[in-house]
């Protein structure tokens, strides 16, 4: 079965469902910033506070275009859609958008402490959210509109979309 990517804004759930929907469908999982973090031997944060987003959005695009075609399941960083040769590789793919609205993001990252991106103070993140949703529908094959639905009803979605 092809891979399926999740994309969506930070606190979408595309880890939590992505680690859920693979098991369900006997698939692996991978999440990109994970390998990042394995490959660069750093957490996230760090490769922010030391090497820059940009150091960090080529690591990313690497990790991208290395995922397995063929059995995945894939969740990804919520900023995959910034970079245009991204948008590119993943068009035709595989690609749910867990669309997700500003106030239940706020919500679930109120506590966060990992995400350079939602703790700058010098971006408005609810603009960012607007920017990217044009981005991550312009990506997407299917997007499932999360905000009052159970994690089981999602993956069951999903699922019907694609088995
Ligand atoms: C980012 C989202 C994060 C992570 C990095 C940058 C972003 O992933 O890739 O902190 O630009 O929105 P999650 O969407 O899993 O939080």
């Known amino acids: 079965m092809n891979s399926i990517f999740l994309i969506g804004f930070m606190g979408s759930g595309k880890s939590t469902i992505g680690r859920q929907l693979a098991e369900r469908l006997a698939l692996e999982f991978i999440d990109t910033d994970h390998q990042i973090e394995i490959q660069a031997k750093k957490k996230i944060k760090t490769i922010f506070a030391e090497e820059g987003e940009e150091a960090f959005r080529n690591l990313e695009h690497q990790v991208l275009i290395d995922t397995p075609n063929q059995g995945y399941v894939i ?24 669309k997700t609205n500003w106030e239940t993001i706020k919500k679930r990252l109120a506590n966060d402490d990992s995400r350079p991106i939602w703790h700058d103070q010098s971006r408005n993140k609810q603009d960012l959210l607007m920017q990217r949703e044009v981005k991550y529908a312009q990506v997407a094959s299917q997007i499932i509109e999360t905000d009052k639905l159970t994690e089981e009803a999602i993956i069951e979605q999903i699922i019907s979309l694609f088995v």
Request: charged share 25%; proline share 0%; aromatic share 8%.
């Open 75 to 98: 969740a990804t960083g919520g900023g995959i859609i910034e970079r245009e040769e991204n948008r590119t590789w993943l068009t035709n793919k595989h690609v749910v958008y867990l």
